[in-house]
C-alpha cells in the first residue's frame, strides 16, 4: 500500500497518510480499557524507585538477564544496519523506489506472518529452541544484502530475505514477551517491559551513531557487516545461556515482587 501511495501521490503526501495513521493508532490505543491508577496517597514509591527495580528485576533473574542483554545486542546491530541499509540498496544495489517498497511490504508481510507462527512455534520447539532459533535466522537473512548487486533476481532474493528476517524478529519478539509475562509477578510486568523497550529502543540512536562514524572510517559495506556480526554474537550469547533449556513456558508467579 505505501509503494502504491507513493507512485500515486508523492513522497510527501505518502509522509502526510503515514501520520495520519499515527493519530489512528493513538485513538484506539486510548480505547483499550485500563485500571485505574491508585490515588496518588496511596502511593507509596516513586516513579524512577519503580523503574529501577524493574532493571533489578531483570538482572538477577538467569533468564531474564540474557533476554534484556539479547535485546540490546539486537538493537545495536539492527540499529549499526538500518542506518545505512534504504541508502545502499538505493545507491549501490541500484533498487528504485517502488523496489525498495516491494521489499518493505512483503517484510511487513513476513512481519505479521512470523507473529501468527510464534505460539506454534514454541509449543512444537520449547520456548527457548524456537527463541534461539528466530534470533539466528535474523543475521543470516540479512547475508543476502551483502551480496546483492543490481537486478530483478537480487530484487526477489532481498524480498523473501527480508519476509523470512522480519518474521524471525516478530516470533522472537513475540516469545520473549511471553515469556516475560510468564516469569515476572504481574506487578512488575509493567517494569520489566519497559527496561526491554529502553534497551532496545535506547541503543538504536547511540548505534546510529556509531554506523556514522564506522562508516567514514571503514565504508558503509564493512558497517553493514559489523551489523551482521553484533547480531550474531548476540544469537551466540543466547544460545550458550539458560535460555536454550528452556522446554517448557515457566509457571505464572504471582504476588509482591518485594
Given at each position: 500500500m505505501g509503494t502504491a501511495v507513493l507512485a500515486a501521490a508523492g513522497a510527501a503526501r505518502a509522509v502526510a497518510l503515514d501520520s495520519v495513521s499515527y493519530l489512528v493508532s493513538a485513538w484506539c490505543n486510548s480505547r483499550i480499557p485500563t485500571h485505574p491508577a491508585p490515588p496518588l496517597r496511596e502511593r507509596r514509591t516513586k516513579l524512577t524507585t519503580e523503574m529501577w527495580e524493574g532493571v533489578r528485576y531483570v538482572a538477577r533473574d538467569p533468564v531474564l538477564r540474557p533476554l534484556a542483554l539479547c535485546l540490546g545486542g539486537t538493537g545495536v546491530g539492527?540499529?549499526?544496519?538500518?542506518?545505512?541499509?534504504?541508502?545502499?540498496?538505493?545507491?549501490?544495489?541500484?533498487?528504485?523506489?517502488?523496489?525498495?517498497?516491494?521489499?518493505?511490504?512483503?517484510?511487513?508481510?513476513?512481519?505479521?506472518?512470523?507473529?501468527?507462527?510464534?505460539?506454534?512455534?514454541?509449543?512444537?520447539?520449547?520456548?527457548?529452541?524456537?527463541?534461539?532459533?528466530?534470533?539466528?535466522?535474523?543475521?543470516?537473512?540479512?547475508?543476502?544484502?551483502?551480496?546483492?548487486?543490481?537486478?530483478?533476481?537480487?530484487?526477489?532474493?532481498?524480498?523473501?530475505?527480508?519476509?523470512?528476517?522480519?518474521?524471525?524478529?516478530?516470533?522472537?519478539?513475540?516469545?520473549?514477551?511471553?515469556?516475560?509475562?510468564q516469569i515476572c509477578p504481574p506487578p512488575l510486568q509493567a517494569r520489566t517491559q519497559q527496561t526491554a523497550t529502553w534497551l532496545v529502543a535506547g541503543s538504536r540512536p547511540l548505534a546510529a551513531l556509531a554506523a556514522g562514524a564506522l562508516a567514514s572510517v571503514a565504508g558503509?559495506?564493512?558497517?553493514?557487516?559489523?551489523?551482521?556480526?553484533?547480531?550474531?554474537?548476540?544469537?551466540?550469547?543466547?544460545?550458550?545461556?539458560?535460555?536454550?533449556?528452556?522446554?517448557?513456558?515457566?509457571?505464572?508467579?504471582?504476588?509482591?515482587?518485594?
Open positions: 539492527a540499529g549499526v544496519i538500518s542506518t545505512f541499509s534504504a541508502w545502499y540498496l538505493l545507491t549501490v544495489v541500484k533498487v528504485s523506489p517502488t523496489g525498495l517498497g516491494v521489499i518493505m511490504g512483503l517484510s511487513g508481510a513476513g512481519y505479521l506472518a512470523g507473529a501468527l507462527a510464534s505460539p506454534r512455534l514454541a509449543s512444537s520447539l520449547g520456548p527457548g529452541p524456537a527463541l534461539i532459533t528466530s534470533i539466528a535466522v535474523y543475521p543470516v537473512m540479512g547475508v543476502p544484502l551483502l551480496m546483492a548487486g543490481p537486478g530483478p533476481l537480487w530484487l526477489a532474493v532481498l524480498a523473501a530475505a527480508g519476509a523470512l528476517q522480519l518474521a524471525a524478529a516478530a516470533s522472537a519478539t513475540a516469545n520473549v514477551r511471553a515469556v516475560r509475562q558503509v559495506w564493512a558497517t553493514l557487516l559489523t551489523g551482521t556480526v553484533i547480531l550474531s554474537v548476540t544469537a551466540l550469547a543466547l544460545w550458550a545461556s539458560p535460555v536454550r533449556h528452556l522446554a517448557d513456558m515457566p509457571t505464572v508467579l504471582s504476588g509482591d515482587p518485594g
